[in-house]
């Protein structure tokens, strides 16, 4: 298709904006590199224009309106995250935190593409969460359903889980812009009567949402991080979040959406608004929102925006078509680029009525799902002194096994009844956490609970079994318990959307319970299923607990994945993508706000202090560092080395227009280029195959106002015994910047940077000092 075609059709599809109000500041589409997706937009009335941009009821969790005129079919938006949700026969993936503490590229990408098979027949899937929320609070409800408290880490797996999805032909939406960081008072809706719940404690609408504040720095550096490596990836839908930022709801907000999303960042897609996260049609037209969800659907309990108020706005003027226009291209152009809307295949579930049969997508999904699952599973306590911990003996050579704790088997209510949050069976802790609640649960077709893999391991050679299958009859577990050589108890706690968590106790009297199986156990090993942090203090130097696991939220196959890394066909090999401390006040204090005021403020001051950066500049010594995780084989590292790569941007497939100062020979002109290299050859020096990620840190020069110590780079290398591969980390200009308030722009600074490799945040093995200007 040539220029001068393209040209006519953009003009032509912008003459009939009568005119532009003054209002709007914002940029108006140009496609980008969707080219072939502008040139198909076609020219639609007003009415079919705004019904483009409104959500109705379907059968979809989030469907716009139709045009009949031109079998323009309504588009569905459907959660979520590890999967479609709400619908049956969709498999359920590892969560998000799971997925990042892989450290592993390839399955960041198998997964999205997984995920993004086209015959889930979805046209927008919801997710991935990039960032919204990071992780600033270790007890937020959603922290799971995102990849790491780290910016840096959390882009890497943001850019693949959006880059792979859409070469599959389902939609991204990057989410939740931005800076929402916690649950409680996040919207004024629905109104329940207990103010600990996420909702407002006043009558509807009278509270404000909390407000997200923090500085531009904090902004560019942390928050806006990893949205950056969603756009650039090509995200082609955006949702905007419940709280305010600055005082300004995030929807309708002109400095976060039209000056950083969509000029700076460059975005060319859709701004969708989270369900009850508009609060007026105007403001938020000029703000920048472009899709109002869900309009008019579920009765009106999320307000009822854009529709005929649009429609209404635009023909007095108030808003100029040609923001309509953008509206409608930005919602169809990433759409038509992706897809043929003639041949795409229909939904075939419908969320009104779950037991319509649906069209089976699971595919063999199951093996990256286990794949995933092992190779998330964090080692963080491993005592081979008396021989006990793990690896366990081969099934043959051992006598008993204890299996302890709720979450070692099946929910007793089976999926199908969980809800289509999931919060029926998970709140009350009955049966093993595969995943959180709320809309980024979905529905698993099975679980393989622990108990299950277990048994089916050991059923050739033997070795007895002893469960004892709840957590509160101590007695009854610890006899058990006495009974068997070894002991798995398996902890679990709860998070969901709607709630932050109430603390970072293990649920159900787990602590008690790890305590009453060591005293009668010596080879006590743990088993954790948990969304994020819990402080295992109580426990944790118990001689009797030999070996601690933390197997996050790992979907489906949950039993699969243990079991291969519990008996060593696998060695461990994930890496904690968050810190746990050994108290909860060893985070940064008031990270959720609760107290029941009208107009709620989150003020972020701990800046860029985030997990990890928080406790090394306050030296704090967490009970586990990020990046920590160990194997049942050994590594030694090399020294670091770098040498000057330059390799122009060729991962941007939506390039951002963030400003940097020139340097580098004028090398290049994208911030995505890569300047450097950095190496260190890494060895398996143990008795047993493993895969150890070699991690970067890079600590600014000291005038620099920055945390001592930043992620950017890491290489999972798997490794035979005796054998050493070389780790790579590519450094982009970016990640040799920071933000430079004043200019508006990124800047490498002078000075002598450190940067260190090593096994974890705080397992540093080796450094060198050199300038970069
Ligand atoms: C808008 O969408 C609704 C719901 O799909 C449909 O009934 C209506 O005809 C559409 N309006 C126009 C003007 O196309
Ligand atoms: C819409 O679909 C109908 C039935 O397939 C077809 O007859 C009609 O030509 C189509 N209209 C447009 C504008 O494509
Ligand atoms: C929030 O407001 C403060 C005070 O006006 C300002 O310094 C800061 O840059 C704003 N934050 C963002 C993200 O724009
Ligand atoms: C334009 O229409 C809106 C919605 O009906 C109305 O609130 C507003 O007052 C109108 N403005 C003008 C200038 O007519
Ligand atoms: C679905 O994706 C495959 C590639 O994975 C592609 O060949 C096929 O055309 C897509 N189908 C639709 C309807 O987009
Ligand atoms: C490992 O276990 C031995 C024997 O019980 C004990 O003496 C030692 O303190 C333990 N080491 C650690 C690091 O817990
Ligand atoms: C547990 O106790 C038994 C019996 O005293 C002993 O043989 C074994 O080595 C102990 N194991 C551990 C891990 O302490
Ligand atoms: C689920 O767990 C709760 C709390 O432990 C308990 O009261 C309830 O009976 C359990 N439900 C089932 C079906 O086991
Ligand atoms: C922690 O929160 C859970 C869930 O809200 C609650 O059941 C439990 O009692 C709390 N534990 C402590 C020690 O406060
Ligand atoms: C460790 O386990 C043994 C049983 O194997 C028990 O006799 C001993 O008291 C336990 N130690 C502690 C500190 O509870
Ligand atoms: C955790 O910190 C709080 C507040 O500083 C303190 O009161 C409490 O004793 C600490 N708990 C532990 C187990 O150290
Ligand atoms: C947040 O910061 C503002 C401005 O500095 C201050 O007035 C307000 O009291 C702070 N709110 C809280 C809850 O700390």
């Not at 009208?598 to 704090?620: C, G, M, R, S």
Request: glycine share 10%.
């Amino acid at each position: 298709m040539g220029i001068s075609f393209l040209l006519v059709v953009f003009l032509s599809l912008f003459a009939h904006g009568n005119f532009v109000s003054g209002d709007y500041t914002g940029p108006y589409a140009n496609g980008g590199s969707w080219v072939d997706g502008f040139a198909k937009a076609k020219a639609l009335t007003i009415e079919e224009k705004v019904n483009i941009t409104t959500g109705y009821t379907g059968k979809c969790v989030g469907f716009t309106g139709e045009v009949p005129r031109l079998n323009l079919t309504a588009l569905c938006l459907q959660d979520g995250p590890v999967g479609v949700r709400p619908a049956r026969r969709v498999s359920q993936f590892p969560a998000g935190i799971t997925t990042a503490a892989t450290w592993n590229r390839d399955l960041f990408a198998a997964r999205a593409t997984a995920l993004g098979h086209n015959d889930s027949s979805t046209i927008r899937r919801l997710g991935p969460v990039t960032g919204g929320p990071l992780g600033r609070a270790p007890t937020g409800g959603r922290n799971w359903e995102g990849f790491s408290p780290d910016s840096y880490l959390n882009g890497v797996v943001s850019y693949l889980s959006v880059k792979h999805a859409q070469e599959q032909g389902v939609v991204t939406c990057a989410k939740h812009y931005m800076a929402y960081e916690q649950e409680t008072f996040r919207n004024a809706y629905a109104v329940l009567s207990d103010p600990s719940e996420g909702f407002s404690p006043f009558p509807p609408l009278e509270q404000s949402p909390i407000s997200s504040n923090f500085d531009d720095k904090t902004a560019h550096e942390v928050y806006l991080w990893p949205f950056a490596e969603a756009v650039r990836a090509g995200s082609g839908t955006i949702m905007c979040s419940y709280n305010e930022l600055n005082q300004t709801h995030s929807c309708a907000d002109n400095h976060g959406l039209n000056e950083m999303l969509k000029t700076e960042l460059g975005f060319q897609g859709a701004v969708i608004s989270d369900w009850g996260g508009t609060w007026d049609t105007e403001s938020s037209a000029f703000g920048g929102l472009d899709v109002s969800m869900p309009g008019s659907a579920y009765d009106g309990l999320f307000g009822n925006f854009y529709g005929d108020e649009l429609t209404a706005l635009v023909k007095n003027g108030t808003v100029s078509e040609a923001r309509l226009d953008d509206m409608v291209l930005r919602t169809l152009t990433p759409i038509l680029h992706h897809q043929d809307l003639d041949t795409y295949p229909q939904p075939s579930f419908d969320v009104r009525d779950l037991t319509i049969p649906t069209n089976n997508v699971r595919r063999d999904h199951y093996k990256i799902i286990r794949k995933i699952g092992e190779e998330a599973i964090t080692l963080v306590k491993n005592n081979r002194t008396l021989g006990g911990g793990l690896p366990l003996p081969a099934p043959s050579r051992m006598g008993s096994l204890a299996v302890i704790g709720e979450d070692a088997s099946a929910s007793p209510y089976g999926a199908t009844s969980c809800g289509d949050t999931g919060t029926a069976c998970l709140i009350e802790n009955n049966g093993t956490m595969s995943c959180g609640g709320g809309s980024g649960w979905n529905y698993p077709p099975y679980t393989i609970d622990p108990l299950a893999a277990i048994n089916a391991y050991v059923r050739i050679d033997g070795l007895d079994i002893n469960q004892h299958l709840e957590n509160w009859d101590l007695v009854a577990a610890a006899t058990q318990a006495s009974r068997s050589e070894t002991a798995l108890v398996f902890l679990n706690a709860y998070a969901q959307e709607g709630f932050d968590r109430h603390n970072l106790t293990s649920y159900s009297n787990g602590d008690e319970l790890v305590k009453a199986v060591a005293a009668v156990n010596n080879n006590t090993i743990v088993v954790l299923h948990i969304p994020g942090p819990v402080i295992v203090e109580d426990w944790i130097d118990h001689v009797n607990v030999t070996a601690v696991i933390i197997a996050h939220l790992p979907g489906q196959e949950s039993g699969n994945s243990l079991v291969s890394v519990v008996w060593g066909d696998v060695s461990p090999s994930g890496k904690l993508p968050y810190t746990v401390a050994k108290n909860e006040s060893d985070w940064p204090p008031n990270t959720i706000i609760s107290d029941p005021v009208l107009h709620p403020q989150a003020n972020f001051t701990e800046k860029l202090l985030v997990d990890y950066k928080w406790f090394d500049a306050k030296n704090i010594t967490p009970r586990w560092e990020f990046g920590f995780g160990m194997s049942y084989t050994t590594f030694k590292f090399g020294n670091l080395s770098i040498a000057s790569t330059f390799k122009a941007d060729n991962t941007s497939i939506q390039p951002t227009a963030e400003s940097f100062v020139r340097s580098h020979a004028d090398q290049g002109s994208s911030m995505y280029d890569i300047l450097y290299t950095a190496s260190v050859e890494v060895t398996n020096t143990g008795s047993v195959h493993g895969a150890e990620v070699a991690q970067l840190y890079i600590s600014f020069p000291q005038s620099e106002d920055e945390p001592l110590y930043l992620l950017r780079g890491f290489d999972k290398l798997d490794l035979a015994p005796g054998k050493g591969q070389t780790a790579k980390f590519e450094l982009t200009r970016k990640d040799l910047s920071v933000w430079d308030v004043v200019g508006q722009r990124w800047e490498i600074p002078q000075g002598t940077f450190t940067l260190s490799t090593g096994a974890s945040s705080r397992d540093l093995r080796s450094d060198i000092k050199r300038k970069f200007i």
